[in-house]
């Protein structure tokens, strides 16, 4: 999402066997569940396979993956790159993305960020449109308590829609021994052929929101972290309020098992619903990385 690249990430400390998990529901009565399994030598290098499976009222689709992958984790550089294919309902899409990340010993960082990836609602997969994003990151740090993530670039969709798109996140450090943050973000795009029926797409879009994260270690064992926010979404369709909220498991940073679990529940209107106003959307997502 916004500052996906910003996250912390484990380093490429030994080759691991992963899988991961992702279920979604939103109130458009649309399903989402993909499930993977793959390794990643310790150089870096990797392979996945996984399957997805939609659904809705009268209608269901499913597909299989098949990616490569590389990653390569230190204190100055982050480099995370896939490139494979997805097959769904007889057609084959080419699929991947590319994140890097430098950060200088003054905390900030500067990056750039490319996908390529379907369009996972009803409609998109119907009629089988994709999207290529680009975007540059960044994030400033202003004083040891105070920084600003951006994110600013173009998502280019298949059916010659153009979006092109900016967010930021201002954080405040509150009180590190729980890593309570309060936080300000905002959201704004336009796009050049709105009001597509696949997917939601106003003429223009803007939000704010404000909210708080913490994240503390519960024990040796566990990391907790939350977070919850709300604000307004403009667009040219009408204004309505927005929150969103989150609830995770992980294990430590330097753990033997790396792994995490996230609950995520929304009303925001994505780019993967065909409405908004009363819409929600709630997610479960899991990783596991098991060392050998």
Do not use: C
Not at 101 to 128: F, K, M, P, Y
Request: hydrophobic share 40%; charged share 15%.
């Amino acid at each position: 999402m916004l500052m996906g690249l910003l996250a912390a990430a484990s380093p490429a400390w030994a080759q691991f066997a992963n899988g991961s998990f992702f279920a979604s529901h939103d109130s458009d009565s649309f399903d989402e569940v993909r499930i993977t399994a793959g390794a990643t030598a310790d150089n870096g290098f990797g392979a996945a396979a996984g399957a997805m499976f939609y659904s809705a009222p009268g209608w269901s689709a499913h597909g299989t993956l098949l990616v490569g992958s590389y990653k390569s984790y230190t204190a100055q550089q982050q480099v995370d790159v896939s490139l494979g294919a997805a097959r769904i309902d007889a057609r084959t899409y080419a699929v991947g993305h590319l994140d890097y990340l430098h950060t200088w010993a003054s905390g900030n960082a500067l990056g750039l960020s490319l996908e390529r990836n379907i369009v996972n609602s009803q409609g998109g997969i119907e009629d089988g449109i994709t999207y290529n994003a680009l975007a540059a990151v960044g994030d400033y740090v202003f004083t040891p308590s105070f920084n600003v993530g951006v994110a600013a670039g173009v998502t280019l969709f298949s059916d010659d829609n153009q979006r092109p798109f900016v967010r930021t996140r201002w954080n405040v450090a509150l009180t590190e021994a729980y890593g309570l943050n309060a936080y300000l973000k905002t959201r704004s795009y336009r796009n050049s052929e709105p009001g597509r029926p696949q997917y939601y797409s106003p003429q223009s879009l803007n939000e704010v929101s404000l909210g708080l994260s913490v994240r503390w270690r519960a024990d040796e064992r566990v990391v907790l972290s939350t977070w919850a926010d709300g604000g307004m979404q403009y667009t040219s369709n009408g204004d309505q309020p927005i929150w969103s909220a989150f609830a995770g498991l992980a294990s430590p940073r330097n753990g033997p098992i790396r792994w995490n679990l996230g609950l995520l529940a929304t009303n925001t209107a994505s780019l993967f619903t065909s409405q908004s106003g009363a819409y929600t959307y709630l997610s479960l997502a899991g990783l596991v990385n098991l060392p050998f």
